[in-house]
């Protein structure tokens, strides 16, 4: 049940953004909106992680999520205000949010092993598809250069976080707990 969840989630983030791909994509506005709730959902969950989890290599991922995505939530919400931008909601965003409901209401279910499995599976699929929406949609719609540079600039550590998480999917399934 817990794939089921993981992987239904990925799938209807990956649908909501592929729905762009058929129009003209987001608007710069409508970007910014993504990007500061991709980032708020990951610090969420990085927060409850860090305040639930006894792994020290889990608790230490959590906050690395919470120091780098408040980091670059920082950096997108100066540049909107130096570039006199709001921020428009959107039903890429809204659906974002709503996932990020549902994974938390998922994780406050369960304790031990199988929420550190739960937040790292959850961490892989979201990764996947924030790097796929950044590549395939966000990226490329972006008109602004500097929206279209912070988002290029980030992208490595997105990369790093998604590896992270691999690495300790792996090390949580070896350990058979």
């Not at 990951?42 to 959590?62: E, P």
């Not at 809204?94 to 209401?105: F, R, Y």
């Not at 490329?140 to 250069?145: C, H, M």
């Amino acid at each position: 049940m817990k794939w089921l969840n993981v992987t239904l989630f990925g799938a209807l983030t990956l649908a909501s953004f592929a729905g762009y791909s058929q129009s003209a994509g987001p608007t710069d506005p409508q970007i910014a909106a993504i990007v500061v709730t991709a980032n708020q959902v990951d610090i969420d969950a990085g927060k409850f992680a860090d305040s639930k989890s006894h792994s020290k290599d889990v608790k230490a991922f959590a906050q690395r999520m919470i120091a780098d995505h408040s980091g670059v939530n920082k950096a997108a919400g100066d540049l909107v205000h130096k570039l006199g931008v709001t921020p428009e909601d959107n039903p890429t965003s809204q659906s974002l949010k709503q996932g990020g409901d549902a994974n938390l209401a998922n994780l406050k279910t369960l304790s031990g092993m199988a929420f550190d499995r739960a937040y790292i599976d959850h961490e892989v699929v979201y990764h996947e598809s924030v790097l796929d929406a950044l590549d395939k949609t966000l990226i490329p719609s972006a008109k602004n250069e500097e929206l279209k540079a912070l988002l290029v600039k980030v992208r490595p550590a997105f990369v790093a976080h998604l590896d992270h998480a691999k690495h300790l999917q792996a090390e949580l399934g070896k350990s058979g707990g």
